[in-house]
């Protein structure tokens, strides 16, 4: 039996095989991120038949100060649950499970998109990655503001009808760029070591958990490596992945960090980040996803057969042909 179409359980939840459609943004929201009937329509053709078991909304912003772009799904107050509860049930009725990825920008957007909002991040470093306005360093009582941003946030998820959620710390975002060495120079307890500079995660984590309970999947997506002189290394992500599993994250979601969601110089290889999946695998014991590059349904499956990672996303390949998810699993059955 293929190892693709086999059956996943951590127990919160259960997925009908490994197969996972990831967070791609698509700009199809209106207004101040509600969800438009554009955005209904590309979900339910995408989930159609439940052959992807696990889908991931795009990253949704949790207070307008954090959003990345215009056109963005907005997670940011309680108005936006109904229009969610329209997706999510979209999505269930096609047979899949979903989880929303919920996420704040930081340095990685402007202004305009803001609606004048500060640029802000751990320091006063231009993100390397989107090279936007010098960012205000955030104080401590901004960096609280956040953390419950993200907790209200959670519950606005939980209240939709999702089945879990995702903590997004990757691709040059705010958390991320507490992350990377790069973009983190304080001096006080949310910089400086591994463990400083992912304090505000597991501040995250705690004030989601007390938001949606601990019966309700908790996902991070982590930039486990920049792939840049003096930014975060393998190593770094080794240690901070215990620490997110010890915290209650029940999957972990790897791509890339200040590179996006590329790694650097690597072209046509299936599965980008596979090194960094194999290593984290070596010291947790929840599932790992892995994205990047995979186009192929034989290379999914052997990616998974030999120990790459638990569950792989197919993104550009599913976004091109809606098919692409009934092609492979009937081809591997």
Sequence with gaps: MSYLIKTLDNCKLSLKNRLVFPPMATSKSEGNGEVSKELLQYYDEKSRGGYISLIIIEHSFITPQGRASKGQLSVADDSTVEGLKKLADIIHKNGSKAIMQINHAGSATNTDVTGGYANVGPSSIVNPRSKSEVPKELRKQEIKEIIQNFKDAAKRVKDAGFDGIEIHSAHGYLLN???????????????????????????????????????????????????????????????????????????????????????????????????????????????????????????????????????????????????????AIESLG
């Excluded at 290889?269 to 290593?279: A, H, N, R």
Aim: proline fraction near 3%; hydrophobic fraction near 40%; aromatic fraction near 8%.
């Design 177 to 327: 760029q507490f992350y990377s060495p790069l973009t983190n120079k304080r001096n006080d307890e949310y910089g400086g070591d591994v463990l400083g500079r992912i304090k505000i995660h597991l501040e995250v984590i705690e004030a989601v958990k007390e938001a949606v309970g601990g019966d309700f999947p908790i996902l991070l997506r982590l930039g486990a490596c920049d792939y840049m002189e003096g930014g975060t290394t393998i190593e770094d992500s080794k240690i901070a992945a215990l620490e997110f599993q010890k915290a209650g994250i029940d999957i972990l979601d790897i791509s890339g960090g200040l590179c996006g969601y590329t790694v650097p110089g690597l072209v046509g290889q299936q599965g980008y980040f596979s090194e960094l999946t194999q290593s984290i695998k070596e010291v947790v014991s929840i599932p790992v996803i892995l994205t990047g590059g995979i186009t192929e349904a034989n290379a999914a499956e052997k990616l998974l057969t030999s120990g790459k990672a638990d569950l792989v996303g197919v993104g550009r390949a599913m976004f091109r042909d809606s098919m692409w998810a009934k092609k």
